[in-house]
């Protein structure tokens, strides 16, 4: 047994971050948050949490964090991730996703912090050229939320070739659904992800669902995609945690999928299942910059870690969602 370091958790108010935490506490590890609440909401952290308000990019901060809490290693959600808004706005993606990630790898190494895991994205791989995508194919980004990623992926592996450092960086596929206890879910306002846009139909948050194309080569002509319930993509980062502490030489460059795939009708279906009901749908064209399907080859993953999905059910994560965003009903977004 490793020694109980604490981890310390950027963007740990977020979505996957919130997730992260649950994950880190239900096996026992201890954790601290930092983040800035740009995006992220205060109630989403355990109160049992230390939490600190604050920016990435602050290292005497960092450096008062890591020194009060004994970190040890840092998982690294906080960051933009809307890619329409990074081709509108650059500059932003560059700043949050690359430039700071840089600052915080250096109060990394300037606070001895041995470990890192860092949330990147298939977004990194643009328009893949085979199916499933394996963690050797081109990394071809085709907007500056997968290229901020993938510099940050580059600069992880340069500063752990330099410096006591190991890191793991996990490429997300499509990140839904939510912890299956309700303890946390997504939940920014404005989602554009399908399946929070489909349960927020379905609960007559919004009238209907667009389906962005319907001449994409796949089998129904919808764009299929390969959704990953969070807290399992949660529970791989512990896996990750551990494997870099076992070997502090290796680092881990890996797919996070399920390595099966799902048209936007199969989606909208299961939603119509689970809630028994039928949502409106609205044929519209494509949308910029979708690949026609994107699936993960998740056997890397399946071999390095012992990591189990526990939610590899269309309909489990549509439920969990659909729960989650019940839920937020009550609780106020501010
Ligand atoms: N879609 C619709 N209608 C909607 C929303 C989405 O038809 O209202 C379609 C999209 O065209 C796509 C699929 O549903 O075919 C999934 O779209 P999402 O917006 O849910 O997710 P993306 O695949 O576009 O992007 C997600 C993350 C990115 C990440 C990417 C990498 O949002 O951050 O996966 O796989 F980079």
Redesign the pocket.
């Known amino acids: 047994m490793p020694d109980r370091f604490t981890i310390l958790v950027t963007g740990g108010a977020g979505y996957i971050g919130s997730h992260a935490v649950w994950a880190l506490k239900d096996t026992g590890w201890p954790v601290a948050v930092i983040d800035n609440l740009t995006t992220g909401f205060r109630w989403a952290v355990p109160d049992d949490v230390p939490f600190y308000k604050g920016n990435v990019e602050d290292s005497t901060l960092i450096a008062k964090i890591a020194k009060k809490q004994n970190i040890g290693a840092i998982m690294h959600f906080a960051g933009s991730?809307?890619?329409p808004e990074s081709v509108e706005n650059p500059l932003k993606y560059y700043d949050n996703n690359t430039a700071k990630s840089r600052s915080l790898i250096e109060s990394a190494v300037a606070n001895g912090i041995k470990h890192f895991i860092f949330s990147s994205?298939?977004?990194?791989?643009g328009i893949p050229e085979e199916s499933p995508v394996t963690e050797d194919t081109a990394q071809v980004p085709i907007?500056p939320?997968?290229m901020s990623?993938l510099m940050t992926e580059y600069m992880l592996r340069d500063v752990s070739a330099a410096h006591d450092l190991n890191f793991c960086a996990l490429r997300?596929?499509?990140?839904?659904g939510a912890d299956p206890g309700g303890r946390t879910g997504q939940s920014t306002a404005g989602a554009?992800?399908?399946?929070?846009?489909?349960v927020e139909a379905a609960l007559g948050k919004r009238d209907s669902?667009?389906?962005?194309?319907t001449d994409?080569d796949t089998p129904d002509g919808?764009?299929?995609?390969?959704y990953i319930h969070v807290s399992d993509l949660a529970a791989a980062h512990v896996h990750a945690l551990e494997a870099l502490v076992a070997e502090p030489e290796r680092n881990h460059l890996l797919n996070c999928g399920y390595g099966r795939g799902f048209?936007?009708l199969e989606?909208l279906d299961a939603v119509d299942r689970v809630t028994n009901q039928k949502i409106s749908r609205k044929l519209?064209g494509?949308?910029a910059?979708?690949?026609d399907s994107?699936i993960s080859d998740n056997r890397a993953i399946m071999k390095r870690f012992p990591w189990q999905p526990q939610n590899a059910d269309l309909d489990k994560i549509v439920a969990h969602a659909l729960a989650w965003e019940r839920k937020l009903g009550d609780i106020r977004i501010e």
């Not at 994205?121 to 791989?125: D, G, H, S, V």
């Not at 997300?172 to 839904?176: L, T």
């Not at 554009?192 to 489909?198: D, F, P, S």
């Open positions: 991730v809307v890619v994205t298939a977004a990194t791989y907007n939320y997968g990623k997300y596929f499509n990140v839904a554009t992800h399908l399946i929070k846009v489909a669902v667009a389906i962005f194309g994409y919808t764009g299929v995609r390969d048209s936007v989606v519209e494509r949308r910059g979708d690949p994107l």
